[in-house]
């Protein structure tokens, strides 16, 4: 099958505030698994990792700092698809916020299934979050030491790796609440990562993984036998929350843990509907909230009725955990 990879070229202001509103825009297309490429952050990583030099985009070690390019792929031969986004790019260059969103240019080329895969593979290593959790691909090897929980994870074509500061944010604020017998709800659960490392960490622990792209029903359901866990304990339900009301009656029930790692303006309209589904003593983790954003984040949720816990912080980005208020 021929992708496009589209890579779109943003600035870093407002601490990633532009970056969000491309996202969002590209979102409300129905476009998801898109991985935001920082320079600062990109290099900060290679620094770490020198083994994965040889893999890193020039493009991105090149840029200017301040700059970030957003990549996705899509179908080749949805062409409407590409002019809806052209249309929407042009829509923010001429808005208010045009002065910081950068070109917003966007480079597009055409590949196919084997090329992409061959691409990213090269450079996704076994890698730790927080004290036990260990995120092994399934073509790596990895040699556990005593009390890691490896999850054996393939995010497919159309995820995120897992590496992003948002996701490692919410496994280690999930790792460090959870408890036996845990009912999690995942909302846009994307490969399964956050609802599957839950399982993995809590025995006898039950999870429901809700996702819009249709794709997510695959992907976690392999990663969940890659773990070796029982159908019975994971429902995977495709659908959103916030519009589908059959969905909300689908999986209405009280959770102990709901995770959100999606972006503040979701995780903000998600807090009423979690609110009536968090059980008393349960927690809410949410991530993908830009610094700049996390106290209008938190005074929304206040409104809505939570009390903050708890605030992980790396980098541009923050998670928040919040349990209902008295």
């Known amino acids: ?3 496009i990879e589209a ?3 943003t600035a870093w202001a407002e601490g990633g505030f532009s970056a969000e509103l491309v996202t969002g825009a590209l979102m409300e297309l129905g476009i998801t698994g898109i991985e935001n490429e920082d320079a600062y952050e990109t290099r900060l990583y290679l620094e770490n990792n020198p083994d994965s030099w040889d893999y890193a985009d020039e493009e991105i070690l090149s840029a200017e700092p301040g700059k970030s390019f957003l990549r996705f792929y899509i179908d080749a031969s949805d062409r409407r698809l590409i002019d809806n986004i052209e249309a929407a790019l042009e829509y923010l260059r001429r808005g208010e916020f045009a002065a910081i969103l950068g070109s917003l240019e966007m480079r597009t080329k055409i590949v196919d299934d084997e090329g992409w895969i061959d691409n990213w593979k090269q450079y996704y290593k076994p890698f730790r979050v927080g004290k036990r959790i260990i995120v092994r691909p399934v073509w790596e090897d990895y040699i556990p030491e005593d009390g890691d929980a490896v999850l054996s994870f393939n995010p497919g074509q159309v995820f995120g790796t897992g590496l992003h500061q948002t996701t490692r944010m919410c496994l280690e604020a999930l790792e460090a609440i959870i408890m036996p017998g845990a009912k999690i709800l995942d909302i846009g ?7 599957i490392a839950g399982l993995l960490l809590s025995e006898g622990s039950q999870a429901a993984a809700i996702d819009t792209d249709r794709a997510a029903e695959r992907v976690v359901a392999e990663n969940a036998a890659f773990n070796g866990i029982d159908p019975n304990r994971l429902k995977i339900i495709i659908g959103n929350v916030l519009t589908d009301d059959m969905l909300l009656e689908t999986i209405r029930e009280k959770y102990d843990i709901i995770m959100a790692n999606i972006i ?3 995780v903000i309209g998600l807090a009423p509907v979690v609110k009536d589904m968090l059980a ?3 927690r809410f983790i949410s991530s993908g909230i830009i610094k700049d954003r996390v106290e209008e984040v938190m005074n929304r949720y206040r409104e809505a009725g939570f009390e903050i816990t708890d ?3 790396d980098g541009e980005w923050a998670a928040l955990v919040a349990k209902c208020g008295g």
Do not use: F, N, T, Y
């Not at 659960?189 to 609802?195: M, V």
């Open 280 to 282: 008393p003593s349960g």
């Open 1 to 3: 099958m021929k992708w």
């Open 7 to 9: 890579v779109i070229e």
């Open 189 to 195: 659960c994307g490969s399964g990562i956050l609802s």
């Open 311 to 313: 605030i992980i912080r």
């Open 264 to 266: 503040a303006d979701v």
